[in-house]
């Protein structure tokens, strides 16, 4: 992702900075997503494995990013415990 596109990324629900999520963080979440342990915030099963992602630190929300594009829809996020 380009850096100048994540300075002014922001999550749409608090509008708190994102980062580009940590391998840790992906590792974990497609951990569990093969357990099938994972749902976003709607309640929807994820079922595919992720490559890249987004971060909201202080709320602990994961955005996925598919093909090269952040999905930052609040509802889609997936709440990190």
Not at 17 to 40: F, G, V, Y
């Amino acid at each position: 992702m380009d850096n100048e596109l994540l300075k002014i990324l922001v999550c749409p629900l608090t509008k708190n900075k994102l980062e580009k999520a940590s391998k840790s963080i992906i590792d974990k979440l497609n951990a569990e997503i093969s357990l099938k342990k994972i749902k976003d915030i709607s309640g929807e099963l994820i079922t595919e494995s992720l490559t890249d992602g987004l971060f909201e630190p202080k709320n602990k929300v994961f955005y996925i990013i598919k093909d090269d594009i952040p999905i930052l829809i609040y509802e889609n996020g997936i709440k990190i415990k």
